[in-house]
């Protein structure tokens, strides 16, 4: 069964920058669809970015247009997303989830969540 483990949320000041990964474990992380989904407080969920495991990106908001990158390293077996300008908006608990699917599809795995805060 595929775990994921999220890291590197954490408290950044407006205008700056984290990094998160999202690293796979007891699976290859190659053959599946990989997205960054964030809550904030009383709000629900909604999907940042995704990349598929064929490498093509979608965003599901245009808020972080710009601002925020996905990638992945097979060979890490991790998926980043790299977020930079952040606004206090973008406080929220972020989560990885993946699928067997397309970016569209259903997201069968989750990760515990990595909060990140906004804030000065």
């Known amino acids: 069964q595929l775990r994921l483990v999220e890291s590197g949320g954490g408290l950044v000041q407006p205008g700056g920058s984290l990094r998160l990964s999202c690293a796979a474990h007891e699976y290859t992380l190659n053959v599946f669809t990989i997205g960054w989904f964030r809550q904030a407080p009383g709000k629900e969920r909604e999907g940042v970015l995704c990349?598929?495991?064929?490498?093509?990106?979608?965003a599901f908001v245009d808020s972080v247009e710009g601002r925020f990158t996905i990638s992945r390293d097979n060979a890490k077996n991790t998926v980043y997303l790299q977020m930079n300008s952040l606004k206090p908006e973008d406080t929220a608990v972020y989560y990885c989830a993946a699928s067997w699917g397309d970016c569209s599809y259903e997201y069968d795995y989750w990760g515990q969540g990595t909060q990140v805060t906004v804030s000065s």
């Open positions: 990349i598929s495991h064929s490498g093509s990106i979608t």
